[in-house]
């Protein structure tokens, strides 16, 4: 499996896209917001071997006088004893009460707290070797991809899920579905009519895809279609919202999550009675919309949003991808925080993709999270996502990052917690083994040294991760963090 995964990681280089000019000049917007390039995520290799976990190898750990956190009821339970044997949690209770197995190696959790692997519900899984060990050691064990060509990135999901790569666990939508001729070739299919959109969502689901993704471009017959096709072979229908019908009308007839602000734009528009296009203008053409919130009747964009609720849609709105958006230009100069993280391949694709555009207004990404915190506070399920393999998203510290701007506009710690945890797995069909610290359930969880709970920080200060069962103390992390540093930089 090593060299496969090796194999694919080098075919990678090979997807590129020949007319990106076309792509990056499709948006069209006011002069107040710059032309937004669609996320073109072009895979590239690593070109290097995969490095052997350090972990240790006992299958039975016993976690002694630990605070476990209760994502689900928003409380830590203190002076608990947890139980792991092999890849799940066997049991846990009061200190003193649970029998320690005698061949058990003993881990003292006195003063730290133990929470469920977080989630990064929107990443392009371009550098799976260094991204991996970034993601694990920042506790994010588990991830969707939303857009490679399929046969890539089922080989990935495999060598994630089985343990043949260092990395969290992982859903995929495979290649993404768009209008013809799509925004992204080398990752798309583009669809002509609805008939091609029903043929492609059974090849993907024969594929043995999780989910099915959409995208901008595609008429409203032919998105209707496929969220038809894909309620019959039993796939949720994910993405974009399409430039040709409203937000509420595709939650209406089937789409289960959308991602980034895509739609929203228009319900600004729409309650302002502003006219609304139905056809596609270049991605994020509305974003101007942004600027005009605060005119918006609250009660009124309420409702819209728990119309939403009601029709079962979730959102994963990637605050951080337009945050960092606004310095696009400090992060094309390789000189930025974290830097080291991002191998000279990853570099160059930022920089054959999003050179030329200019770095985004404060007001779209600052008046989405406050669109967001509304949501939230609509009931509408929020899921933690970031956009890997945009300029300047850094593998597993950039959903910490989410966190800490959903939590600054207003989100109550506990959400934003569910966010990054228990609602993604529960999404993903996960949430009968993850998600959360429960008997039974997958071993795949992160001890830390502060309460989550009380300030999402917190669940950056890391002192061990367990995924699958398999137990990486500080030192290991640390060799984890290493081991991705060397693989950037070849």
């Known amino acids: 499996m090593t060299n496969k995964v090796s194999r694919v990681s080098s075919l990678l280089l090979f997807v590129t896209i020949p007319f990106l000019a076309a792509c990056s000049s499709a948006a069209i917007l006011t002069p107040e917001v710059p032309t937004m390039v669609p996320n073109t995520s072009t895979p590239v290799p690593t070109n290097t071997p995969a490095i052997t976990p350090t972990h240790s190898t006992s299958t039975i750990y016993a976690i002694t006088n630990v605070a476990v ?76 991809d939303t857009g490679l060509p399929t046969d890539i990135v089922l080989t990935i999901r495999e060598a994630l899920n089985q343990g043949a790569m260092v990395g969290p666990e992982m859903i995929v939508t495979g290649a993404i579905l768009d209008g013809d001729p799509p925004l992204i070739p080398p990752v798309s299919e583009g669809i002509k009519t609805p008939e091609d959109g029903r043929i492609a969502v059974r090849q993907h689901a024969a594929a043995g895809v999780d989910q099915i993704k959409v995208y901008s471009k595609l008429t409203k017959e032919e998105f209707l279609a496929i969220v038809d096709e894909a309620d019959k072979v039993g796939l949720k229908v994910v993405g974009h919202v399409p430039d040709s019908i409203y937000i509420e009308d595709a939650a209406a007839a089937g789409l289960k999550s959308s991602e980034h602000f895509f739609g929203f734009e228009k319900v600004i528009a729409k309650l302002l009675g502003e006219p609304v296009k139905l056809t596609y203008n270049g991605m994020g053409s509305d974003a101007a919309n942004f600027l005009r919130l605060d005119q918006v009747d609250p009660q009124k964009l309420q409702a819209e949003f728990k119309k939403l609720k009601a029709d079962g849609l979730t959102v994963c709105p990637t605050v951080i991808t337009f945050k960092v958006f606004t310095k696009n230009n400090t992060f094309l100069t390789g000189n930025f925080p974290m830097s080291e993280y991002i191998s000279q391949a990853v570099f160059d694709n930022w920089i054959n993709l999003w050179s030329g555009q200019a770095d985004l207004p404060d007001f779209i990404w600052q008046n989405w999270a406050k669109m967001v915190n509304e949501l939230n506070r609509a009931g509408v399920p929020l899921m933690v996502g970031t956009d890997l393999s945009t300029p300047g998203i850094i593998p597993g510290f950039s959903v910490h990052e989410e966190m800490a701007i959903w939590q600054e506009a207003g989100i109550p710690t506990a959400d934003v917690l569910r966010g990054a945890t228990l609602i993604p797995a529960q999404f993903m069909g996960l949430g009968d083994r993850l998600g959360s610290v429960d008997e039974g359930k997958t071993a795949s969880m992160v001890l830390v040294r502060a309460n989550p709970l009380e300030d999402i920080h917190n669940a950056q200060q890391i002192e061990a991760v367990f995924l699958k069962g398999q137990y990486f103390d500080r030192q290991a992390i640390d060799r984890l963090i290493q081991e991705a540093k060397d693989l950037a930089r070849r």
């Not at 409380?75 to 049991?91: A, E, F, L, W, Y």
């Not at 519900?121 to 060990?133: K, L, M, Q, W």
């Open 69 to 144: 956190v209760d994502v689900e009821n928003s409380i830590s339970i203190p002076n608990q004893t947890v139980i792991v044997s092999g890849d799940r949690i066997d049991r846990f209770g009061d200190q003193g009460k649970v029998t320690i197995p005698q061949d058990a190696q003993i881990i003292d959790g006195n003063g730290l707290y133990l929470m469920p692997g977080l989630v990064d519900a929107h990443v392009h899984f371009i550098d799976p070797e260094t991204f991996g060990r970034v993601m694990v050691a920042n506790g994010v064990l588990l991830v969707r």
